[in-house]
């Protein structure tokens, strides 16, 4: 039994009637919540649930406006197309094929391109845009919109795609573009969101490989709002991208073509080099690839034709087939002996056609032998005998050093993939490659450019520009990098002595025009005179028996064992301006093969080099 | 402090178990189901993400709870000043020593939960002012002087978590206390004079926005504009409201289902398993499941007035009011928020919500009220 005093009673009922008040205060406190409840859930419950189907604000990339390439006389090698095309995303619309069979009756659409469709979307996840048809006309697009609310999850959209105008030609500079592959993806540290697109094209070879990043461009972005049938609401806001830089480079089409022209059924290459600033003026290497071919899907014959292992396409041989330079390597190991100080430019060194050393004979190609030659002469007839013993004296370490001043063993910085640094080899390198050691008979063999010693064509020419200017010229193949010029590099004197390039010089002014020079027969006949050197490279052992009898002719052996034939030469002798170097594989004598090609290349690089054409004023491309 | 022993009436040993408030304690233990329930839709279907570990927890603070019930209420009247100035200190040390978390100091780490000293404190707080006014002879309540210690009790802790800065449990300290002082009988006209300066203050507030006297930190001035105006930033702190009223909203009047809402699982819905909570249960089970809720919530608040009633002395009924106020001011300040009638403050729905503090002292607070049911009525 409950008992209050008079005074408990009083505070009782106080202490109730506050109690009594705040009950009723959180009372209505809860009514207005249920009454929220009633309101959000259930008087405007229809439209929030349209509200949370329609929650999707979509982020929408703007694809920039990949960097355009031009040539040296401003024409375009790249153009960007717009493209129509339907994309559609599973998730938005709830019934694909169903979707899909609509669409069907709209644009032309077979049912295996439906099943690829729906293969590809449920490869892929719910949210992610798959492209159903591409290539459309403007009609299609126009009716696909005008029905969008059928047609949920489908949207048009308008993208570029990539040709390349001069086509083969520039096949291996430019190279093409492709869609983006997983070990794209893993392999971009930044993470671009671009490469997420669907049909987004990253560069795959050439330039558009190794500029990607900078051709490619920044993505804009746009956030927009959309339904749950995926029809836009409105846009909340954008954020400009910026487009791709746009290149200009140092090649022009005429003497490109022409220089693949003239080496038309030859697996050959040949770059021409303004030895004045760098500029590379050709970088042929035949046979060629049409780039647009990569655009759409390849077919089977063309696929077997690019990947012909004879004779490779697909592979740049300026720049990433290496070969032993041959004799086109003696002017580095003249130099070598006269600035070592082992040699004299005087002095004579008979040749009696072989030459003994270690108890091995070391031929020289000519049986009979040339006599007694003094460097110039060596030079001019490509004397072996003659440089086997320049390199007994002045050792590998020396030539090494000499051959990496002039670019040799050193990756030229062009802006291509797949540049290949050559070979110069010394001591070191062999007893850590081929666990071997050096002997007397790999330097000798490094003195007319074979053993070890690789260069890529690109190579030959950067040495035969330095040779000719006796600077450290760099190549350049890019003139114009987002509307500014880029520098030229190495007018600097690579310090050497000018007497002692002027011998070099003058033996490679005789192999071009003194009546015995090995390239007489293809002097220039315009009336400027060519310096050059000739170079049949080995890629087979003579042996012993075989020189008894009489070495075999390059045309009776199978095509894959005959010489390379090489060429380097410069062009006008007194005021150099152009280098060139001309390798053809398995085509047999320098002399006979690589001189000529290599001179009508000179003699039309004299003839139609011109400056540089504008280039038209950079417009922003509309995606 | 004034102390009457009203032990002889009450049960003793074991025989307390059949005075419990049984109705009390299922529904405490049905909202809490609900909530594991939540918790584990809301991690699509994950046990061990969520629910787990608030399982585990709810059983150690349901046992506390049974702990607390047992020890007579004329205890734990003792003690309050000591629980207040526990509080107090701790406080201070999270202040000071705090684990860094979100921004602001908010916790201790007790290793298998992190004790949140401000949540403590609400009950400490609620605790030292009903022993206060028990031992205050009521004809006093109203006179100025028998104020000033109050207000000093419940302004300290205020101020300190203002600092940490955390409005929203700043808010349900000062309301809990205020319910207490309000229940004591004082004159009304403080309480309008305390609302009138609210209100000043609140003006104040915003004049002192962008001067160098600015009151609340930058991220509080913003939640309270987004509050007036989602569309203001619909992507910024408004998201948080937009998205909590469309996911109750697309609930209807009887949801979309157990494990079926989609605003949770698109990700859509921020603080999904904590604060915001309230806004995925309103997809799943609707109109009805809110209605549902908030009456087991009600029924848990009824039944402490009623037992506030029941009591014989005044601190019971002080403690068993303030208390059923606290957990009030809980669950109608997260569910106004969630439905975009109030700020963004932080307030978690209480026994539902991810987190150890909030429960642990909530049913260490049931406990206390259990306590007091035992132990004083008859």
């Known amino acids: ?623 | 402090m004034h102390f009457t022993d009203n032990s002889k009436s009450a049960p003793v040993g074991f025989g307390k178990i059949l005075y419990f408030h049984w109705p009390l304690a299922l529904l405490v233990l049905t909202v809490s189901c609900v909530g594991f329930l939540m918790l584990f839709s809301v991690a699509g279907g994950d046990l061990s993400t969520w629910a787990q570990p608030q399982i585990t927890r709810f059983v150690i603070g349901f046992i506390t709870m049974l702990v607390i019930a047992m020890i007579p209420i004329s205890f734990w009247q003792r003690v309050s000043l000591l629980a207040y100035f526990l509080s107090l200190i701790l406080l201070l040390v999270v202040e000071f020593f705090g684990d860094v978390g979100g921004g602001s100091q908010r916790w201790i780490d007790l290793g298998f939960m992190r004790l949140q000293p401000s949540e403590l404190m609400k009950i400490a707080l609620v605790m030292v002012l009903a022993s206060y006014y028990d031992w205050l002879d009521e004809a006093k309540v109203s006179k100025p002087q028998w104020l000033v210690l109050p207000i000093i009790l419940v302004a300290i802790p205020t101020l300190l978590v203002l600092k940490q800065p955390d409005l929203g449990t700043a808010m349900l300290l000062v309301a809990g206390a205020g319910v207490v002082v309000f229940s004591a009988g004082v004159s009304l006209w403080y309480f309008g004079a305390v609302i009138g300066a609210l209100v000043g203050l609140v003006t104040a507030v915003f004049y002192t926005r962008g001067t160098e006297f600015e009151i609340l930190n930058d991220y509080q001035y913003r939640r309270i504009e987004t509050f007036l105006d989602p569309s203001i930033s619909p992507f910024g702190d408004g998201y948080h409201i937009t998205q909590s009223k469309i996911s109750l909203g697309s609930g209807g009047f009887s949801g979309r289902g157990f494990m079926e809402g989609t605003q949770s699982r698109g990700n859509f819905l921020p603080e999904k398993h904590t604060d915001f909570i309230f806004a995925t249960f309103g997809e799943e089970f609707g109109f009805m499941g809110g209605i549902t809720l908030l009456s087991l919530y009600m029924l848990i608040v009824f039944f402490c007035y009623v037992s506030a009633m029941r009591n014989k002395d005044r601190f019971s009924s002080l403690l068993t009011i303030g208390i059923g106020s606290t957990f009030f001011f809980y669950f109608a300040v997260n569910m106004l928020m969630v439905m975009g009638l109030a700020p963004v403050v932080g307030v978690p729905l209480p026994l539902v919500s991810y987190g150890g503090s909030a429960m642990m002292v909530l049913l260490g607070a049931f406990g206390l009220v259990q306590s007091a049911h035992i132990h004083n009525v008859r």
């Open chain 1, 1 to 623: 039994m409950i008992e209050f005093d008079s005074k408990g009673e009083i505070k009782r009922s106080r202490l109730s009637r506050r109690a009594l008040i705040l009950a009723g205060l959180q009372g209505s406190v809860a009514g207005i919540i249920g009454w929220r409840m009633h309101q959000l859930g259930v008087k405007q419950g229809d439209q929030y649930r349209l509200l949370a189907e329609e929650n999707r604000i979509n982020i929408q990339l703007l694809p920039p406006a990949r960097g355009l390439i031009y040539d040296r006389d401003g024409d375009l090698l790249t153009i960007n197309n717009r493209v129509y095309t339907i994309e559609m995303v599973r998730e938005q619309s709830g019934d694909p094929e169903l979707i899909l069979n609509r669409l069907a009756q709209l644009i032309p659409l077979t049912p295996e391109q439906i099943d690829k469709a729906l293969l590809d979307m449920s490869k892929r996840r719910a949210f992610v845009p798959v492209t159903v048809a591409t290539g459309l006309e403007w009609e299609h697009i126009a009716a696909v919109s005008a029905n969008a609310p059928a047609l949920p999850g489908v949207t048009p959209q308008l993208g570029l795609n990539r040709q390349y105008p001069k086509g083969p030609d520039y096949g291996h500079i430019v190279g093409y573009v492709g869609s983006v592959s997983d070990y794209d993806l893993d392999n971009d540290p930044d993470r671009d969101p671009l490469l997420r697109i669907p049909r987004f094209k990253i560069g795959k070879t050439g330039i558009e490989a190794k500029l990607e990043k900078p051709l490619r461009g920044e993505a804009g972005i746009k956030r927009i709002e959309v339904n749950s049938i995926g029809r836009i609401i409105r846009e909340l806001d954008r954020q400009e991208g910026g487009p791709g830089v746009n290149i200009q480079l140092t090649i022009g089409h005429e003497l490109q073509s022409f220089a693949l022209e003239r080496m038309k059924g030859k697996s050959a290459s040949a770059v021409v080099m303004d030895v004045r600033n760098g500029d590379i003026m050709a970088l042929a290497s035949g046979p060629t690839f049409d780039p647009n071919k990569f655009l759409k899907p390849i077919s089977q014959k063309d696929w077997a034709e690019m990947n012909d292992p004879k004779m490779r396409p697909l592979v740049n041989k300026a720049v990433a087939g290496t070969y032993p330079p041959a004799s086109t390597f003696k002017m580095i190991v003249a130099l070598a002996a006269l600035e070592a100080g082992v040699a004299n430019q005087g002095e004579d060194v008979r040749c009696k056609g072989h030459m003994l050393v270690s108890g091995r004979k070391f031929h020289c190609w000519r049986r009979g032998g040339h006599g007694n030659v003094n460097m110039r002469e060596a030079l001019r007839y490509s004397c072996d005998v003659y440089f086997y013993e320049m390199a007994l004296r002045v050792g590998i370490e020396n030539i090494t050093r000499m051959a990496n001043r002039f670019g040799l063993g050193v990756r030229p910085n062009v802006e291509l993939p797949s540049m290949k640094a050559g070979l110069t080899p010394t001591k070191e390198w062999k007893n850590r490659i081929k666990k071997q050691d050096w002997v007397l008979g790999d330097s000798m063999n490094a003195g007319i450019g074979q053993g070890f010693v690789l260069a890529s064509p690109l190579q030959l020419a950067v040495m035969t520009a330095r040779l000719a200017t006796g600077t450290m010229i760099e190549p350049r193949m890019i003139n114009m990098y987002d509307n500014t010029i880029t520098p030229v590099n190495g007018v600097e004197p690579l310090g050497l002595k000018s007497s002692h390039l002027a011998v070099v010089r003058q033996g490679m002014f005789d192999v071009s025009n003194h009546r015995r020079g090995t390239a007489f027969g293809s002097r220039l006949k315009n009336g400027v005179q060519m310096a050059g050197k000739t170079g049949t490279s080995q890629v087979r052992r003579i042996t012993t028996s075989e020189r008894r009898r009489g070495v075999v002719k390059n045309e009776d052996l199978p095509w894959n064992r005959r010489d390379h034939a090489l060429f380097v030469g410069y062009a006008p002798f007194r005021d150099p301006k152009y280098a060139v170097s001309v390798v053809v594989e398995h085509g047999g004598g320098g002399s006979k093969v690589a001189a000529p090609i290599a001179r009508d290349i000179l003699a039309r690089t004299l003839k139609v080099t011109k400056g540089y054409g504008e280039l038209p004023t950079r417009k922003r491309e509309q995606t």
